[in-house]
């Protein structure tokens, strides 16, 4: 079955970086798009950053740009998202589906959790 699990996350000061990585199987990894999301406590998931099945493209959220990077290993089912600069605001659940503008797929990960805080 379809499945993903996502890692990397953790307790960050503001200006710090993390990376995150995701764990897919169950499917044709390399002819899926991929993409990150996150949840904020009390909030709604939102889309953070996509990424075409061969990396062509990649789109991220206007709060992300230029401090977040999607990238994809699909030899390994593994996609990747380096958070640069984080704000207490990134601080999140952060997880991993298929699909560019919206989920491929119903269940979800258990998700990293991401704190950014002094």
């Known amino acids: 079955q379809v499945q993903f699990v996502e890692s990397g996350g953790g307790l960050v000061q503001p200006g710090g970086s993390l990376r995150l990585s995701c764990a897919a199987s169950?499917?044709?990894?390399?002819?899926?798009?991929m993409a990150w999301y996150r949840q904020p406590p009390g909030q709604q998931r939102e889309l953070v950053a996509s990424i075409s099945h061969s990396s062509d493209n990649t789109k991220y959220a206007d709060s992300v740009k230029g401090r977040f990077a999607i990238a994809r290993d699909n030899a390994e089912n593994t996609v990747y998202l380096q958070m640069n600069s984080l704000k207490p605001e990134d601080t999140a659940v952060y997880y991993c589906n298929a699909g560019y503008w919206s989920p491929q797929y119903s269940n979800w990960g258990q998700g990293t959790q991401v704190t950014v805080s002094s």
């Open positions: 169950g499917f044709a990894f390399n002819l899926f798009n």
